[in-house]
């Protein structure tokens, strides 16, 4: 028997591999130019004709992390304020999609809708009642704000493919649980999560580059004890000229983590996204 593929024109063939090409140089042709741009001295980087070849050198990433440039402070609060935010929103997401996957009310489609567009939201809309909630409280410039903050964009997101994924997992799973003598806690916990396992990931590593990459709210509620990686890559372009070493420098410390997160839990986030994630394999 011949395969779907063997049977496909190879016109047809040759136009989706052409596309999935164009694809792939669109993406990665900026992607290596900003890390070779990062061990470029200054007279390559801004030279009038590209320098393939180059002598490479790390005084770009030495100069982030000496004197006045320090760059430890950012990248520490970048993990914290992501890192936390992402781990409540999942779990918080998972208590509230669960409920919601389960629950029988006529309404629970437009209940859904609703949470997710809160997501859709424009920050311009949410920034300023946030900014004076959070001044009130004390929570402008520090960590625990711009956790906060990127709850409320993160949370609705979490909850809303959570509740996805356990409306894919088979209702005769949890009441077998339930029939062998699990409290509902039980089955949720030992049953029913497990099998949502690739959801989680996909949801914490979605989250986690949402809050990672995040300029508006850092730009808002964060001060100098709480500035992140995006505002040190601000910081770089001034008035006076822009430093574009030390900023493809930044570029590449801010993407390469994501990138390698991706690729560490890349199965579980192929198989999350596309909803096939309740085999318990």
Same mark, same amino acid.
């Given at each position: ?110 209940? *859904?809708?609703?949470?997710?567009? +809160? @997501? ?5 809309? =949410? /920034? %300023? #009642? !946030? ?45 077998? *649980?339930?029939?062998?003598?699990? +409290? @509902? ?5 030992? =049953? /029913? %999560? #497990? !099998? ?51 900023? +493809? ?33």
């Amino acid at each position: 028997m011949t395969s779907a593929i063997d049977r496909t024109p190879l016109r047809a063939r040759l136009g989706v591999r052409a596309v999935v090409i164009v694809g792939l140089l669109w993406t990665l042709v900026p992607l290596v130019w900003m890390v070779a741009s990062s061990f470029k001295s200054d007279v390559d980087v801004t030279a009038a004709e590209p320098e393939f070849l180059f002598q490479p050198t790390l005084e770009n990433y030495r100069s982030l992390f000496t004197g006045a440039n320090n760059l430890g402070p950012y990248i520490w609060h970048s993990v914290l304020a992501s890192g936390i935010s992402s781990a409540l929103a999942v779990a918080i997401g998972a208590l509230a999609g669960y409920g919601l996957a389960g629950t029988r009310m006529r309404a629970k489609k437009h209940v *859904a809708f609703w949470i997710i567009s +809160t @997501r859709m939201a424009p920050i311009a809309v =949410v /920034v %300023l #009642p !946030l900014f004076l909630l959070f001044r009130g409280a004390n929570l402008i410039d520090s960590i625990p704000g711009l956790i906060l903050a990127y709850l409320t964009f993160n949370l609705p997101f979490a909850i809303w493919l959570m509740s996805a994924f356990f409306a894919e997992v088979p209702p005769s799973v949890e009441e077998s *649980a339930l029939v062998a003598g699990c +409290t @509902r806690w039980q089955a949720f916990w030992h =049953v /029913v %999560l #497990p !099998l949502t396992k690739s959801g989680l990931v996909t949801t914490f590593v979605l989250c986690l580059v949402f809050s990672w990459n995040d300029y508006a709210f850092a730009l808002v509620f964060s001060g100098p004890h709480s500035q992140t990686l995006p505002i040190a890559a601000d910081q770089l372009v001034t008035q006076t000229g822009i430093d574009w070493g030390q900023l +493809t420098a930044i570029g590449t410390i801010v993407v390469l983590p994501m990138i390698a997160a991706g690729l560490a839990v890349r199965r579980w986030l192929v198989t999350g996204l596309t909803l096939g994630a309740v085999t318990g394999e």
